[in-house]
């Protein structure tokens, strides 16, 4: 009996701790991808500590319209639509990682420049279709999380590297008062989250307490029955902007240290949303954000020079 309750106490903070190793996983591959980008001279160049702020100021409006635009689409049931921007969406930014981490691995394997050729054009082949075909066609609560590594592993490397680190902390201020206003004021980003969940929309990580749930069976009204925990995209891919910005920024003297304490500030706020908030749903960026932005502001005070 004793054992069973411990199962079911552990069994029930399951997706607290998979969503704090999604976080950490992705934002260390958006590290690794972003290292590959510079190295590469991908087109992909650092700017200075606030050269992106122009690049802020056109991002939100835009993250405004679309979503928006999202939920306006699903109301007036374009769903098919909607589910295949969002496929071809997610496609394309695995093939753009697939294209930069192509060359460390074919570089790896391969003894010769045909083999070079070969391994990275497969990687650069294989990886978005099978992405492509699993969205479209084997869906699955699990398939979603990996395409939302991959995404969240894309936007932030690409990010966190054009916009300059102080840039990356006023993007995380205004889209923390962003997403507390949209969840408590104008609510519609639970009607962008809603939609995502019922219509199966790749928006979210959904990660279930329960083995052998399916993406199906989960709702948006219904998911406390399933044990399942929603956390979207955004909320992983804003920390790990200023992640990868604060590697970029600290590179290569401190940089273990500042992103370090950027990560730990994130997983501190994450484990204040999750085992003390009592509101449900309940916007994760005022909370995340100021995570990591208190862990970067640590690491600048004691490691800058």
């Known amino acids: 009996m004793e054992r069973r309750k411990r199962v079911r106490k552990i069994r029930r903070i399951v997706p607290e701790i998979s969503a704090m190793i999604i976080f950490v996983a992705s934002s260390l591959f958006a590290i690794y991808v972003s290292e590959q980008l510079i190295i590469q001279d991908a087109g992909i160049k650092a700017t200075s500590t606030t050269g992106g702020i122009g690049n802020v100021l056109i991002f939100i409006p835009l ?41 460390p691995i074919a570089a790896y394997i391969a003894d010769t420049l045909f083999e070079f050729n070969v391994i990275s054009l497969a990687i650069v082949i294989v990886l978005p279709l099978l992405f492509l075909y699993l969205l479209a066609f084997r869906n699955e609560w699990y398939v979603v999380d990996a395409s939302g590594i991959m995404l969240v592993a894309g936007v932030s490397s690409v990010w966190g590297v054009i916009v300059g680190i102080w840039a990356a902390v006023a993007l995380l201020i205004i889209f923390a008062v962003y997403d507390y206003i949209s969840v408590y004021k104008t ?19 959904v990660i279930p307490s329960r083995r052998g749930t399916k993406l199906n069976d989960i709702t948006f ?9 929603m956390l979207g995209f955004g909320d992983i891919a804003m920390p790990s902007i200023l992640v990868v910005s604060a590697f970029t920024y600290s590179y290569p003297v401190n940089w273990f240290y500042f992103v370090l304490f950027t990560m730990i500030g994130v997983l501190a706020a994450m484990f204040l949303l999750f085992f003390t908030n009592v509101e449900k749903p309940a916007p994760g960026l005022p909370y995340i954000n100021t995570g990591a932005i208190l862990g970067f502001l640590a690491a600048f005070i004691l490691f800058s020079h």
Do not use: C, Q
Not at 84 to 92: A, G, P, R, S
Not at 221 to 229: C, I, L, N
């Open 187 to 205: 609510k519609h980003m639970i009607a962008l989250a809603e939609a995502a969940v019922d219509e199966n929309l790749p928006l979210l990580f």
């Open 221 to 229: 009204a219904g998911r406390g029955e399933h044990g399942a925990m």
């Open 63 to 103: 993250i405004i319209v679309f979503s928006f635009a999202v939920i306006f689409l699903a109301r007036k049931r374009k769903v098919r639509f909607l589910k295949w921007i969002f496929i071809l969406m997610v496609t394309y930014v695995v093939f753009y990682v697939s294209l930069i981490i192509s060359v």
